[in-house]
């Protein structure tokens, strides 16, 4: 299995607890984030959704898909969420909130590993394609969240 960390900076000028509803709402993220095809609940979690497991099939820049599940494993309101991933690819995805200025910083930590075959063996050249299909999929989320905001706001 081939290890990627990648991490990626979001900022709102919306209220944090906005931004932190949307980015919490899986279900509803194929309605703003153009890379994601498929959110399926699979697992109810208890009363604050921790446990809960979703399958997350996603379309990318470069020519496939992948899906894996997320279950929901940490939850500290308006601070933090965190999934493990498992699936084609496995590992963890740290969502973490602050404001600074009155604008709402999310960071997004991203420590996975492949595990598709394919990915593997090509993972020592396709590395940088990898990284720049990550950072096109985050970019397309920014803005699909940029223009969910407004619309929230309007």
């Known amino acids: 299995?081939?290890?990627y960390q990648f991490v990626t900076h979001w900022r709102f000028e919306a209220?944090?607890?906005?931004?932190?509803?949307?980015?919490?709402?899986?279900?509803?993220?194929?309605?703003?984030?153009?890379?994601?095809?498929?959110?399926?609940?699979?697992?109810q979690g208890d009363a604050d959704d921790i446990g809960s497991v979703r399958r997350i099939t996603w379309k990318t820049a470069?020519?496939?898909?992948l899906t894996f599940d997320s279950e929901l494993v940490v939850l500290d309101k308006f601070k933090r969420m965190e999934g493990r991933a498992f699936g084609?690819?496995?590992?963890?995805?740290i969502w973490t909130f602050s404001t600074e200025d009155g604008?709402?910083?999310?960071?997004?930590?991203?420590?996975?590993?492949?595990?598709?075959p394919w990915m593997n063996l090509l993972a020592p050249i396709a590395r940088p394609?990898?990284?720049?299909?990550?950072?096109?999929v985050m970019q397309g989320g920014y803005e699909g969240l940029k223009l969910r905001l407004a619309q929230v706001a309007a």
């Open 1 to 3: 299995m081939a290890d």
């Open 15 to 43: 209220p944090l607890e906005t931004v932190w509803h949307e980015i919490r709402s899986m279900d509803h993220w194929p309605e703003w984030w153009p890379y994601v095809k498929q959110v399926e609940l699979l697992r």
């Open 62 to 65: 470069l020519p496939y898909t």
């Open 88 to 93: 084609e690819l496995e590992g963890l995805g």
């Open 103 to 116: 604008a709402t910083i999310v960071r997004y930590d991203w420590l996975v590993k492949t595990t598709r």
């Open 129 to 136: 394609i990898f990284a720049w299909n990550h950072d096109q």
